[in-house]
Nanobody, 122 residues
Framework: QLQVVESGGGLVQPGGSLQLSCAAG????????IGWFRQAPGKEREPVLC??????YYLDSVKGRFTISRDNAKHTVYLQMTNLRPEDTGTYYC?????????????????WGQGIQVTVSS
């Protein structure tokens, strides 16, 4: 069964950093685009960025602060978040699709993680 599992969330102070991991189970990430979405309390889920060997940003507010990297040998994608702001608070989801194309639409992605909480607060 294909699945992705997020880890690495938690509570961090404004200006701090966190690294989220998205580990794939049951498939090889080499041929998958990986998207990250987030949902803040009381708001709709929004696309953050996507990686298909290049990074596509969907939120201007994270450019220069969030980066994606992959370790295909470990079947894991990492979301490195720096200079975090309170407005980055939310549940973060990684999602995978067997495609070389990224999309900001949630329906594009086939396999979703359960989500992980990121809280930025002093």
């Amino acid at each position: 069964q294909l699945q992705v599992v997020e880890s690495g969330g938690g509570l961090v102070q404004p200006g701090g950093s966190l690294q989220l991991s998205c580990a794939a189970g049951g498939f090889n990430l080499d041929y998958y685009a990986i998207g990250w979405f987030r949902q803040a309390p009381g708001k709709e889920r929004e696309p953050v960025l996507c990686d298909n060997s290049l990074t596509v940003y969907y939120l201007d507010s994270v450019k220069g602060r969030f980066t994606i990297s992959r370790d295909n040998a470990k079947h894991t994608v990492y979301l490195q978040m720096t200079n975090l702001r309170p407005e980055d608070t939310g549940t973060y989801y990684c999602a995978a699709v067997p495609s070389t194309f990224c999309s900001n639409g949630a329906s594009h992605y086939r396999t979703w993680g359960q989500g992980i909480q990121v809280t930025v607060s002093s």
